[in-house]
């Protein structure tokens, strides 16, 4: 099971982002139902869900938000991309953790990698800019997804291109061109991309929890933020 490749593997990985995710300026950032701000919060414009999510840091006295690992979210009613449309239950549990930082931070390969696929998922709501990257250890292939990037650097990537542990490939991007998400990175891990290129579903119906969580382990297995073992 890849959860248990990750844990034996925890001391060979490098950051992904050029922050330490323990410092005293990150904090968790919720956004279920249970959070009472997002109860009348209007999230279809970007930038006041920018001024939210600063809102939030500003209260725990932090520059940096994180978490979001199998969270039933809220906040996926702003894009019709989510559904529910013809299904009959909407995507709502994400299978990522998302780092809420800066545009322009970098963003680093954790492990040696081959970029193995990307794209611009160029909807309201969406990745943007998306690179999958491919790895392996002990013989097992693997592979993280980056969203919401910044399409100047991500312009100048190619698949197949090898990255070596710790090289900066891409940067988090600004909004609109990030998706129209306030300035983050979803940072996921797939076991298997299931023949998806560039793109893989980042939020699931909760209904198929199990599956999911099965084919994506916590990303929190590489980025070690103690705030989100607690």
């Not at 490749?5 to 001391?11: E, G, I, P, T």
């Not at 919401?148 to 891409?170: D, I, N, P, V, Y």
Request: net charge negative; with cysteine; hydrophobic share 40%.
């Amino acid at each position: 099971m890849l959860s248990s490749l990750l844990l034996r593997h925890q001391a060979d990985f490098g950051p992904v982002l050029p922050v330490d995710l323990n410092g005293p300026d990150v904090a968790r950032l919720d956004f279920s139902a249970s959070n009472p701000r997002l109860a009348t919060a209007d999230l279809r414009g970007t930038a006041d869900f920018d001024q939210l999510v600063n809102d939030m840091l500003a209260e725990q006295h932090a520059t940096i938000g994180i978490g979001g690992y199998l969270e039933n979210r809220v906040i996926y009613r702003r894009s019709a991309h989510f559904g529910p449309g013809a299904e009959p239950e909407a995507r709502s549990l994400h299978l990522g953790v998302d780092v809420w930082l800066p545009a322009g931070t970098p963003v680093l390969a954790p492990l040696p990698a081959t970029i193995h696929s990307l794209c611009d998922n160029d909807n309201f709501g969406d990745y943007g800019p998306t690179v999958v990257l491919q790895h392996e250890l002990e013989g097992i292939t693997f592979y993280s997804l980056y969203g919401h990037l910044s399409r100047a650097e991500w312009r100048l990537l190619r698949a197949g291109q090898a990255l070596t542990k710790g090289e900066a490939f891409a940067t988090v991007g600004p909004f609109p061109e990030n998706g129209d998400w306030p300035a983050h990175l979803h940072f996921q891990l797939m076991a298997d991309m299931q023949g998806h290129v560039g793109d893989f579903p980042g939020v699931a119906r909760p209904s198929e929890k199990a599956q999911w969580a099965a084919l994506c382990p916590d990303a929190n297995l590489v980025l070690r933020c103690e705030l989100l073992t607690t």
